[in-house]
């Protein structure tokens, strides 16, 4: 099924309502759900809260609360995992990345076990807790790691369907999502597919793929402010990170001027790095990036305030993308001036 046929499911007319909160609170309650149906699911928890009148209280023997203690939460989600059970382990993802990076990379990713790293308050949606919850680095990490499959929902209601799909995909799988509730992008659901895309906007002119709830949300408005200056902009919804939809990635490359990518991580190492890899192996184009560029913020405010100071915004998105269409009608005349 293509990006584009993915669109066309019918609308489920209770989408909107049921899938209007933060995206974390969906989880919970998809997870919930789940374990209900399967006793192979459980839910190991790092002492995160939110789980105790849900989970805890209904499925006691599938919940286990290891405490603050975040390399225990992987050693102990490998063991299960490696017994026949299904182990979701929640955490954020500041510290799922950097201070248990060793259990994640050899009990979990290297020994290829199928825990599920469910990684709330992703980028800088705990910006309020200051540069010890920023997670900007995460994602560059996490492509490093054998056997892992790395997916961005771009709101609450694709939390629910990637969740889903995560269950009983083979292999570890680590979902990253932010703490706060962010605008819907989808609304309505879809046949989501893990190493896939979804195209939110035809456009001819240039691609915008984003991946996050805000950095989406931002390709969307950046579009809609294009188009009044007559600019055709393809957005496409980059759910997961590894692997990328390559297809997706070369369509656009040959298709558009380039490509512009938007993330709430560095520009290093993250979505911007490795749609540039793939490119550049296959289809040459250009790439400008829109991300944090020194990965690291020393201040504490909330998370659009931080995005604006590190650079990621709907205005950011416009100015790249009107510099690489005047780059690439530098390079070849034949294409449109804007």
């Not at 009990?107 to 949606?125: F, M, Q, Y």
Request: hydrophobic content about 40%; proline content about 5%; charged content about 20%.
């Amino acid at each position: 099924m293509t990006a584009a046929e993915q669109r066309t499911v019918p609308v489920d007319e209770s989408w909107q309502e049921l899938y209007a909160g933060a995206a974390r609170d969906v989880y919970r309650r998809t997870l919930l759900e789940l374990a209900h149906g399967d006793d192979r699911i459980f839910c190991v928890d790092s002492d995160t809260g939110g789980f105790e009148d849900g989970f805890a209280a209904e499925l006691p023997a599938q919940y286990v609360n290891v405490g603050i203690a975040e390399a225990n939460l992987f050693g102990m989600s490998a063991g299960l995992a490696a017994a026949g059970l299904i182990p979701f382990a929640h955490t954020m993802s500041a510290f799922a990345t950097t201070r248990a990076c060793e259990q994640l990379k050899l009990d979990v990713a290297g020994n290829n076990l199928p825990v599920r790293v469910v990684a709330t308050h992703g980028g800088l949606s705990a910006g309020h807790y200051g540069p010890s919850h920023h997670a900007l680095q995460d994602l560059a990490i996490l492509r490093t790691l054998p056997h892992l499959t790395v997916l961005v929902p771009a709101d609450a209601g694709e939390t629910a369907l990637a969740v889903r799909a995560a269950a009983h995909h083979p292999g570890p799988v680590y979902i990253r999502l932010g703490r706060n509730a962010t605008p819907q992008v989808h609304r309505e659901p879809y046949d989501f597919c893990i190493g896939t895309s979804v195209q939110l906007a035809d456009g001819d002119d240039v691609t915008v793929v984003a991946t996050g709830p805000l950095p989406v949300h931002y390709a969307l408005v950046a579009r809609d402010f294009l188009a009044t200056r007559g600019v055709s902009a393809r957005v496409v919804n980059m759910h997961t990170i590894k692997p990328l939809d390559r297809a997706a990635l070369l369509r656009a490359a040959r298709e558009t001027a380039g490509i512009v990518t938007v993330e709430d991580h560095v520009v290093v190492g993250g979505l911007g790095g490795a749609v540039s890899e793939v490119v550049t192996a296959e289809h040459p184009c250009r790439v400008h990036r829109v991300g944090v560029a020194e990965g690291y913020l020393d201040t504490v405010g909330n998370e659009r305030e931080l995005l604006q100071d590190g650079g990621v915004t709907a205005d950011r998105v416009v100015a790249e993308t009107l510099t690489l269409l005047e780059s690439a009608r530098t390079d070849n005349p034949n294409t449109r001036r804007r």
